[in-house]
């Protein structure tokens, strides 16, 4: 499978820019002092310090790093390059290059050093992914509970009635409650044995039952009993 080569216009205008650029910045080094190979290779470094903030924009794009360093050496590659381009288009005596600009140019290998160390040398950056909220799970539905089922019924022994012999049972009914004789202590029996003696010799008559109970205090049954003991 054959590839289509396809001619870009702005591939086309990039190369002829860079080749201009690369030009007068070795025509500027060259009428600097920097004769021989030292002239060709001012350019490669201005144009990969250039490239090289340019990649570090690009990679911090999409991250919350700072970029202001990158910007920084990017603005100072450009610079180079702009500064050699209207230096050599007649502005500047190429044959009686000022000090200032011998010094700048001597100087450059350094300054490129340090800006390619600091932009290789940067600490990766961390892109930041919204995470997705977490999905709660949901709640599992309650399972119906079952009708509650009436308990089994047990068959329960049948109790047959006693046989009893009926002529025991008919005393039992019939039989009369026999009446209980309440027990006088003697102390009171003589204490109304008093009471009756002052009534008869104050009245002429012996003292009766309700009259023993009223005076003595105590019940019927009681008092038929102390009378009982009396007579």
Known sequence: MRSSFRLDAVLVQAVIAGALSFSHL??????????????????????????????RLRTLRNTDSPRRAAWIWFAVALAASLGANIATAGLLDLADVPAWLRILVAGWPALAFLGGTLLAHSPAPTVQHDEPAPVRDAA??????????????RDLPTLEPAHQDPDEIAPAATAPALPTVPSVPPAL????????????????????????????????????AIAAQLA
């Open 26 to 55: 070795h025509d500027l080094a060259q009428a600097a002092g920097q004769n021989g190979w030292k002239a060709w290779a001012y350019p490669i470094s201005v144009d990969l310090l250039l490239v090289a903030a340019w990649h």
């Open 140 to 153: 599992p539905e309650a399972e119906p509970e079952p009708p509650d089922r009436p308990a089994p019924v």
């Open 189 to 224: 029996v003589a204490h109304a044995r008093k009471l009756a003696d002052t009534h008869r010799v104050t009245t002429g008559h012996d003292i009766d039952t309700v009259t023993l109970r009223a005076r003595l205090g105590v019940p019927a049954p009681m008092a038929d």
